[in-house]
Nanobody, 123 residues
Framework: VQLQASGGGLVQPGGSLRLSCTAS????????IGWFRQAPGKEREGISC????????YYVDSVMGRFTVSRDNEKNTVYLQMKSLKFEDTAVYYC?????????????????WGQGTQVTVSS
């Protein structure tokens, strides 16, 4: 069972990136998925999630209206579309999976974590 976040990179302020969360060994559509990030010198924070039971999504205020989480069940992938990126979005981004029917942005709710992907917003 392996989870992997990818799609990070270097982008200018105001730019966009789409992160992907892929899995081997299990179906993401039977899991709630959370997106987390950890900036240098800061604690990891949950920023968004999508529930297994009803695909309901949740966003923290700092990314609301700029980030969108979605699923592509055929590709067994969950995406985090990020727009209007800001300097403060610079971080390593992680996805995590849980069998809980409703998602959460708290780390304790997840038992499978992927390798992170670096997002750097810089001019």
């Amino acid at each position: 069972v392996q989870l992997q976040a990818s799609g990070g990179g270097l982008v200018q302020p105001g730019g966009s990136l789409r992160l992907s969360c892929t899995a081997s060994g299990f179906n993401l559509n039977s899991h709630s998925i959370g997106w987390f990030r950890q900036a240098p010198g800061k604690e990891r924070e949950g920023i968004s999630c999508i529930s297994q039971s009803n695909d309901k999504t949740y966003y923290v205020d700092s990314v609301m209206g700029r980030f969108t989480v979605s699923r592509d069940n055929e590709k067994n992938t969950v995406y985090l579309q990020m727009k209007s990126l800001k300097f403060e979005d610079t971080a390593v981004y992680y996805c995590a999976a849980s069998t809980r029917p409703l998602c959460t942005i708290f780390s304790w709710g997840y038992d499978n974590w992927g390798q992170g992907t670096q997002v750097t917003v810089s001019s």
